[in-house]
C-alpha cells in the first residue's frame, strides 16, 4: 500500500489531479462562451447552456457503467481510454459549424469525461493507506475546481481572440499533453483484485446505497448545491455580459478565478473535521453558499465577485465532506457508492438550468437567488438530519 508523503503516493496523487484538472477544463470550457453561443446561433439562454447541460448529463450517466466495470476490469485502463476519447472529442468540437453538431459531440465528449471521476477515488482506495486517502481525496477535489477554472479562463481568453472553436482547439492540445504526463505518472495497480461483472450485484448494490438514508441524504445533499450552484455561473454570465458591465468573454472566464477559494476549501477540509463532525461542516459549508448568493444582489461587480467567492468556499467544502462521508458509511461496494454519489451531483447540475429558468423569467437574477435559496434551505435541512443521525448513532455506542 502506498504510504502518505512518499515518493510513489506524490507521482500517484500528482498524476490523478492533473487527470482530474484535463476533465474539469473541457467540461467547463464552454461556460464562458455561453454569451457568444447565444449570439452567434441566436439561442436563449436556456438553449445556450445546452452545450454544458448536454455533457454534464452524459457525464452523470456514465459513472452508472465505469464504476461496476473498473470492479471487474481494472482502474488504469479505463481511465487511459476514456481519457484519450476526451482528448479525440475536444479536437473534433473545433471542426464543427453548427450547434447541432456541437451539442452532439459535447454529449459524446461526456461519456468520456466519466471515466476518471468514476474510477479514482476507487484507485485510491485500493493502493493508498487510509491515512493517505484522506490526505489525497482534499487535494483530488482541488484540482477539480482548478481544473474548471483553467478551461473557464482559457475557452475566454481564446474564443475572444481567436473565436470559439479555437478555443476547442487550444484545450485539445493541452489536454494531449496532460493525458501523456498521467500515463507515466500513475503507477499500476498493484492491491487491485477484480470481481466478476455481474449486472444482478450490481443493481443489488445500487439499490442497497439508495434504501440507506445515512447515504441517500449525503446523495441529495450533493446533487442540490451542484444543482445551484454551476448554473448560477452560467446564469450570471448573461448578467455580466449585458448592461451595465458589458463583460467581454475573456474578463467573464477571469470570474471563474473565485473558484480558487473553493480549492483552498477542499485541501484543507480533512482538517475542518478535527473540529467539527462532517454534517457540522456541511451545514457551515450551505450557510456559506446562502450568504454568498445574498452578496450577489448587490448590484456591484465587486460585491458579485465576493458573493461567489464565498459560494465557492462554501461549496467545496460542503462537496468535499460529503464525498468522504459516503466512502465512510457505505457498508459495502465503497466504488459503487462513490459512482452513485456522482451521478446525483452531475444530474443535479444538469437539471438546475431547467429548475432555475422559471426564476430566471419570473425575476432575472433576482429570481436565481430565491430559487437558489429554496433548494439550499432543503440541502441545509439535509445536513441537520445527518447530525442529529450522528449524535443518536454515538449515544447508541456509549450506552452499549
Not at 174 to 195: G, T
Not at 382 to 398: I, N
Request: hydrophobic residues 55%; contains cysteine.
Amino acid at each position: 500500500m502506498i504510504e502518505a508523503n512518499t515518493r510513489a503516493f506524490r507521482a500517484a496523487t500528482l498524476a490523478l489531479c492533473l487527470g482530474s484538472a484535463m476533465i474539469f477544463a473541457n467540461l467547463h470550457v464552454v461556460q464562458s462562451l455561453l454569451p457568444t453561443f447565444a449570439q452567434q446561433f441566436q439561442l436563449t439562454e436556456l438553449e445556450a447552456s445546452w452545450s454544458l447541460t448536454i455533457t454534464i448529463l452524459t457525464l452523470g450517466l456514465s459513472l452508472l457503467v465505469y464504476g461496476p466495470l473498473s470492479d471487474a476490469i481494472g482502474r488504469k485502463p479505463i481511465m487511459v481510454v476514456t481519457m484519450a476519447g476526451a482528448v479525440l472529442t475536444t479536437l473534433a468540437l473545433s471542426q464543427v459549424e453548427s450547434y447541432t453538431s456541437l451539442l452532439v459531440l459535447r454529449g459524446l465528449q461526456g461519456l468520456f469525461l466519466g471515466g476518471l471521476p468514476a474510477i479514482a477515488i476507487a484507485y485510491m482506495g485500493d493502493e493508498f493507506t487510509r491515512k493517505a486517502v484522506v490526505l489525497a481525496v482534499g487535494v483530488y477535489i482541488s484540482a477539480n475546481s482548478l481544473g474548471g477554472v483553467t478551461g473557464r479562463i482559457l475557452g475566454g481568453f481564446v474564443g475572444e481572440h481567436f473565436g470559439w472553436a479555437a478555443a476547442f482547439g487550444a484545450m485539445g492540445v493541452l489536454s494531449a499533453v496532460l493525458l501523456a504526463v498521467f500515463v507515466w505518472l500513475l503507477p499500476k495497480s498493484q492491491n487491485f483484485h477484480p470481481k466478476p461483472l455481474n449486472p444482478v450485484h450490481i443493481a443489488r448494490d445500487m439499490g442497497g446505497h439508495l434504501r440507506n438514508p445515512v447515504l441517500l441524504a449525503a446523495f441529495l445533499i450533493a446533487g442540490g448545491n451542484f444543482m445551484i450552484f454551476l448554473n448560477q455561473y452560467s446564469y450570471i454570465t448573461f448578467v455580466l455580459a449585458a448592461e451595465p458591465y458589458h463583460l467581454s468573454p475573456h474578463a467573464l472566464g477571469l470570474l471563474f478565478l473565485t473558484y480558487l477559494s473553493g480549492t483552498l476549501a477542499a485541501a484543507l477540509s480533512g482538517r475542518v473535521t478535527q473540529y467539527f463532525s462532517a454534517p457540522v461542516g456541511m451545514g457551515l459549508g450551505i450557510v456559506l453558499l446562502m450568504g454568498g448568493t445574498l452578496l450577489t444582489l448587490i448590484p456591484h461587480l465587486y460585491a458579485i465577485v465576493w458573493g461567489f467567492m464565498v459560494s465557492s468556499l462554501g461549496f467545496f467544502l460542503t462537496h468535499s465532506l460529503a464525498s468522504s462521508w459516503v466512502s465512510h458509511h457505505a457498508l459495502q461496494a465503497r466504488a459503487s457508492a462513490s459512482s452513485l454519489y456522482l451521478v446525483f451531483y452531475y444530474m443535479g447540475a444538469s437539471v438546475g438550468g431547467f429548475v432555475l429558468a422559471p426564476f430566471w423569467a419570473w425575476e432575472g437574477w433576482l429570481g436565481v437567488v430565491v430559487g437558489s435559496l429554496l433548494v439550499y434551505g432543503l440541502t441545509l435541512g439535509g445536513s441537520v438530519w445527518l447530525y442529529r443521525w450522528q449524535v443518536r448513532a454515538e449515544s447508541r455506542k456509549v450506552w452499549v
